[in-house]
């Protein structure tokens, strides 16, 4: 049995950014009013023909690869988390092969929204222990720009979400003081329509039903979200999985040097650091800059705190998350 570590990291943002005032311009808000919910002050979007969920993936995954010290043809397995693939069948772990010219090796696509780099790096974790892979690259992409809502019809939702990209290379690591101590994952399935998008789905209305319509007020195909029940199940859900990752390794709170939560609001960050009794220097947040980047916001916050020197050989990160779905789970990693 083996552990596995985080041999290298990198984050990739479209350099098209889009401010609060930005957005006041063509939707009914401002400033005020998305900081005091959200914390947000601006976000990137992609430039249409600049940037795919796909590109930007391979951009950070290039980045995590160097960084590693490992050539592309060490890669034995991807996995690639995102709600936002480039198409609807395949998935962008194939792509990201072929862009990165990697050998051709396995390529897993996880759909777990706000959780899914949580559950992807599980995934492969999981492979790494065993033994059967030893360099595994976990990427978590998003492209919300192209599918929300820009009108005022939509601002609850639209204005909280961001692109970008972000991806680390997990390697064998033999000393099982070090690396991901352990994961928890999570779901309530019974919730799972008050975070979401139905549209096009097989199992309601296709793009077919969709044309057929051509109902200017349908919203089936922009997400929705119950934002008041979403935060209310978030902040209990965080806390108990994080508790969770702790235990499971016999841990108390005072041994938590960097807690990277999924950047989904940052009142909810600021609500989990008040229950922890944790200072700045412990919580990581950079939702202020980015936006909620679904998938890629943790990978893309962990690269940005270890860039900063927020992180160190021996310390103990906590990374946690919480979204659609309803999925949640948290990691326990030895630096």
Not at 67 to 81: H, N, P, Q, Y
Request: proline share 3%; charged share 20%.
């Amino acid at each position: 049995m083996y552990h596995s570590k985080i041999a290298g990291l990198g984050f990739y943002v479209p350099s098209n950014v889009v401010t609060n005032d930005d957005l006041s311009k063509i939707i009914d808000t401002n400033d005020e009013w998305i900081q005091e919910r959200t914390g947000i002050q601006e976000r990137r979007h992609i430039i249409r023909g600049e940037d795919t969920t796909t590109s930007m993936g391979v951009k950070a995954a290039e980045i995590a690869i160097e960084r590693s010290g490992l050539a592309k043809e060490d890669i034995d397995f991807v996995v690639f988390a995102t709600l936002s693939p480039d198409y609807y069948f395949p998935g962008p772990g194939v792509l990201v092969q072929r862009d990165l010219g990697l050998r051709t090796v396995g390529a897993l696509d996880v759909r777990n929204q706000c959780s899914g780099f949580i559950y992807a790096l599980s995934v492969a974790d999981q492979y790494i222990k065993t033994g059967m892979y030893k360099n595994v690259l976990v990427i978590g992409s998003e492209v919300h720009s192209t599918g929300l809502d820009m009108t005022s019809r939509g601002r609850s939702v639209s204005v909280i979400f961001g692109d970008g990209a972000g991806a680390a290379v997990l390697s064998r690591e033999e000393d099982l003081t070090k690396g991901i101590l352990s994961t928890h994952l999570h779901s309530e399935g019974q919730h799972a329509e008050e975070l979401a998008l139905t549209a096009p789905g097989m199992g309601a209305r296709w793009v077919t039903d969709i044309i057929a319509d051509n109902d200017p007020n349908d919203e089936s195909y922009y997400p929705h979200m119950n934002g008041q029940f979403v935060f209310k199940n978030a902040v209990v859900r965080f806390a108990e999985v994080i508790n969770e990752g702790l235990e499971a390794n016999n841990l108390s709170v005072s041994n938590i040097d960097m807690l990277i939560p999924h950047q989904a609001n940052l009142r909810i960050s600021q609500f989990i650091q008040k229950k922890f009794g944790l200072n700045d220097d412990q919580v990581y947040n950079n939702i202020q800059k980015y936006g909620n980047t679904t998938a890629a916001s943790i990978p893309i916050a962990l690269t940005e705190a270890w860039e900063n020197g927020k992180i160190k050989s021996g310390d103990t990160v906590v990374l946690a998350a919480f979204g659609s779905g309803f999925t949640w789970g948290s990691a326990i990693i030895r630096w």
